[in-house]
């Protein structure tokens, strides 16, 4: 988006537009305040027994032998695994933990750094357990990668893009969970949060331009499209949302929830980056033409835009599909495993809604070139008013007719000069102006009348 210079868009144009983008962000802002959380979020660790707790600790020992309770003839061994806490109250403390031999056993070496989680209400011994591996430093060095990465091709605009995905995690951390987990609407949460994140990512990447708010309204349009279509199929579908165990688990910690109506907002939600994606894109596409050549029409223009947005959807639906398909891809196995038939398997609940998120998505997505097309192409095409439209020049007040080539010159300036001059001039005057060449000398005396 770096050749809005170029184009010179009407400021009755610009003026709309912002109004437009001033009204929806005015709702936006007015539905995040109604929807947001006003509770406590911290009800449903206690009801699943979750540990808001964990401290770092390292292994430094690990040793086979018999799990607790047992002897070596029962041959049931267990691997006591020896941490060192590197964090919370018993900071220095070893801590022995057991785990039981299976293929689920995690493997661990000293010198290995792990999380424990730490209750301190249970039974003596068993204050700390084995929460997971710590990756907290390979997520931390994968992240700087990543933004050198961005910023080094991107320079300013790759910070920017940054500034903005740290905004999008404030609004689902800080908005839309928590408001979801305090009972709200999870439909009406993603909508508003959706807006949202669209107002802010665009903005703050891309800057306060035409260009970027012609993106934000196809986006919002394409949305509305999104909207629409997972509220019916989701209806249609008759989805209970409690097809994971994951699911479940939300349901017991948080009773208030509407799984049903969590899964249209994930699917929301899951719609919107692809959005943003398409709309910029295609509304750069249109800026990079017309720029490129102002003298296209406005259906060339859209034809040679609408080129490009063909091409563009045709490889991120399928995008979309990889995207979500390797995200259910355990599950996938599992059905392929049982042997049932492709009609079967997409007739699962856990697999449909995959199918009808990736559907609906993508619909969305299609929808999202021709409206964002559409406006974009009226904009760079709206030609300016010009100045003093209406009657001709030489017919307004004070205007003069164009000069004709022969008045070009000093003696053409004086006889223009003269001309102007005449309609100020009786029209005996006049006449003897021209034949005599003075403007206000009197006609001779005719002959009878002198003496």
Same mark, same amino acid.
């Given at each position: 988006?770096?050749?809005?210079?170029?184009?010179?868009?009407?400021?009755?144009?610009? /003026?709309?537009?912002?109004?437009?983008?001033?009204?929806?962000?005015?709702?936006?802002?007015?539905?995040?305040?109604?929807?947001?959380?006003?509770?406590?979020?911290?009800?449903?660790?206690? /009801?699943?027994?979750?540990?808001?707790?964990?401290?770092?600790?390292?292994?430094?020992?690990?040793?086979?032998?018999?799990?607790?309770?047992?002897?070596?003839?029962?041959?049931?061994?267990?691997?006591?695994?020896?941490?060192?806490?590197?964090?919370?109250?018993?900071?220095?403390?070893?801590?022995?933990?057991?785990?039981?031999?299976?293929?689920?056993?995690?493997?661990?070496?000293?010198?290995?750094?792990?999380?424990? +989680?730490?209750?301190?209400?249970?039974?003596?011994?068993?204050?700390?357990?084995?929460?997971?591996?710590?990756?907290?430093?390979?997520?931390?060095?994968?992240?700087?990668?990543?933004?050198?990465?961005?910023?080094?091709?991107?320079?300013?605009?790759?910070?920017?893009?940054?500034?903005?995905?740290?905004?999008?995690?404030?609004?689902?951390?800080?908005?839309?969970?928590?408001?979801?987990?305090?009972?709200?609407?999870?439909?009406?949460?993603?909508?508003?949060?959706?807006?949202?994140?669209?107002?802010?990512?665009?903005?703050?990447?891309?800057?306060? /331009?035409?260009?970027?708010?012609?993106?934000?309204?196809?986006?919002?349009?394409?949305?509305?499209?999104?909207?629409?279509?997972? +509220?019916?199929?989701?209806?249609?579908?008759?989805?209970?949302?409690?097809?994971?165990?994951?699911?479940?688990?939300?349901?017991?910690?948080?009773?208030?929830?509407?799984?049903?109506?969590?899964?249209?907002?994930?699917?929301?939600?899951?719609?919107?980056?692809?959005?943003?994606?398409?709309?910029?894109?295609?509304?750069?596409?249109?800026?990079?033409?017309?720029?490129?050549?102002?003298?296209?029409?406005?259906?060339?223009?859209?034809?040679?835009?609408?080129?490009?947005?063909?091409?563009?959807?045709?490889?991120?639906?399928?995008?979309?599909?990889?995207?979500?398909?390797?995200?259910?891809?355990?599950?996938?196995?599992?059905?392929?495993?049982?042997?049932?038939?492709?009609?079967?398997?997409?007739?699962?609940?856990?697999?449909?809604?995959?199918?009808?998120?990736?559907?609906?998505?993508?619909?969305?997505?299609?929808? +999202?070139?021709?409206?964002?097309?559409?406006?974009?192409?009226?904009?760079?095409?709206?030609?300016?008013?010009?100045?003093?439209?209406?009657?001709?020049?030489?017919?307004?007040?004070?205007?003069?007719?164009?000069?004709?080539?022969?008045?070009?010159?000093?003696?053409?300036?004086?006889?223009?000069?003269?001309?102007?001059?005449?309609?100020?001039?009786?029209?005996?005057?006049?006449?003897?102006?021209?034949?005599?060449?003075?403007?206000?000398?009197?006609?001779?005396?005719?002959?009878?009348?002198?003496?």
């Amino acid at each position: 988006m770096a050749h809005e210079h170029d184009l010179e868009i009407p400021a009755t144009t610009r /003026r709309g537009l912002a109004i437009a983008a001033g009204v929806l962000g005015l709702v936006t802002l007015v539905g995040v305040l109604a929807f947001r959380s006003t509770g406590d979020l911290g009800e449903g660790a206690g /009801r699943l027994n979750l540990a808001s707790d964990v401290y770092d600790a390292k292994v430094v020992a690990v040793d086979t032998k018999p799990c607790s309770g047992t002897t070596r003839a029962d041959d049931i061994p267990c691997d006591e695994v020896r941490v060192r806490l590197s964090q919370g109250p018993d900071k220095g403390d070893t801590v022995e933990l057991e785990f039981p031999e299976s293929p689920t056993t995690p493997d661990f070496d000293p010198g290995d750094r792990v999380v424990l +989680s730490y209750n301190p209400s249970a039974e003596p011994g068993f204050e700390y357990q084995f929460a997971d591996r710590q990756r907290r430093p390979v997520l931390l060095w994968l992240t700087v990668l990543f933004a050198a990465a961005v910023v080094l091709l991107g320079r300013w605009r790759g910070l920017a893009a940054l500034v903005a995905l740290g905004a999008t995690m404030v609004v689902l951390l800080q908005f839309i969970l928590p408001a979801i987990l305090d009972g709200k609407s999870p439909v009406m949460v993603a909508v508003f949060g959706a807006s949202a994140i669209a107002y802010l990512a665009l903005y703050l990447a891309h800057g306060f /331009r035409t260009m970027t708010t012609v993106a934000l309204l196809g986006t919002l349009a394409a949305l509305a499209v999104t909207v629409a279509l997972a +509220s019916l199929f989701t209806a249609l579908a008759d989805f209970t949302g409690l097809a994971t165990e994951e699911a479940v688990l939300v349901q017991i910690g948080a009773e208030n929830i509407d799984l049903s109506g969590l899964v249209l907002g994930g699917m929301v939600i899951g719609a919107l980056g692809a959005l943003d994606d398409m709309t910029v894109t295609q509304v750069s596409a249109v800026w990079e033409l017309r720029a490129a050549n102002p003298r296209f029409k406005r259906r060339e223009l859209s034809s040679a835009a609408m080129r490009i947005g063909r091409d563009h959807v045709a490889s991120t639906v399928n995008t979309l599909a990889l995207a979500y398909a390797g995200a259910a891809l355990p599950v996938l196995i599992l059905f392929v495993q049982s042997r049932q038939s492709l009609g079967a398997v997409a007739n699962s609940e856990t697999v449909a809604v995959e199918i009808v998120r990736t559907l609906v998505g993508s619909i969305g997505l299609v929808a +999202s070139v021709p409206l964002t097309t559409w406006l974009a192409t009226r904009v760079v095409t709206t030609e300016p008013p010009r100045r003093g439209r209406g009657r001709p020049r030489s017919e307004r007040p004070g205007g003069r007719r164009p000069a004709s080539p022969v008045e070009d010159g000093p003696a053409g300036q004086a006889s223009g000069a003269m001309k102007e001059a005449e309609p100020d001039q009786p029209p005996e005057q006049q006449f003897w102006g021209r034949r005599r060449g003075g403007p206000g000398e009197p006609p001779p005396i005719p002959p009878e009348d002198r003496g």
